[in-house]
């Protein structure tokens, strides 16, 4: 349907208790609160350059709202979909770690049952949510 921006968060208490991470170099002696079922390796991007970083920590999910529960609460560093940290950056909730790399996106997929596609409902919610999140990122 879409691809979403992905944002590198952490809580201020995380920062606080951990400090801030000033290079991608930094992030692998942080805690992160991981993708169950994506790589363990993120990569970055900076100026055309890319920069892999492996992810390691205690809470795995498969989950965005979990993942992003979690880095509320302090667990460790998080690979957010923008549309599930943009409120709460400000809000004032999270922050934006590393702002000025690039983290690439994370694809949004529709899933329905074989032959979903040719009722005219499904086929309409289909069509408006692929306008809806092409015009809201």
């Known amino acids: 349907l879409s691809s979403i921006p992905a944002?590198?968060?952490?809580?201020?208490?995380?920062?606080?208790?951990?400090?801030r991470p000033k290079t991608v170099a930094d992030l692998g002696s942080h805690k992160w609160v991981c993708f169950k079922q994506g790589p363990q390796k993120l990569t970055?991007?900076?100026?055309?350059?890319?920069?892999?970083?492996?992810?390691?920590?205690?809470?795995r999910?498969?989950?965005?709202?979990?993942r992003t529960a979690f880095v509320l609460a302090g667990q460790g560093l998080g690979r957010l979909p923008e549309y599930d940290a943009k409120d709460k950056i400000e809000k004032g909730l999270l922050e934006i770690v590393l702002p000025e790399y690039n983290l690439g996106t994370i694809d949004?997929?529709?899933v329905y049952a074989e032959g979903a596609t040719?009722?005219?409902?499904?086929?309409?919610?289909?069509?408006?949510?692929?306008?809806?999140?092409?015009?809201n990122n």
Not at 7 to 13: G, K, N, P, T
Not at 44 to 59: H, N
Not at 123 to 135: A, V, Y
């Open 61 to 66: 999910t498969n989950n965005c709202a979990a």
């Open 118 to 135: 040719s009722s005219i409902k499904n086929r309409l919610l289909i069509d408006f949510l692929k306008f809806s999140f092409q015009n």
């Open 44 to 59: 970055f991007s900076k100026d055309k350059q890319l920069f892999d970083v492996t992810t390691k920590g205690p809470i």
């Open 7 to 19: 944002l590198l968060c952490a809580s201020s208490e995380y920062l606080k208790a951990h400090g």
């Open 108 to 110: 949004l997929y529709g």
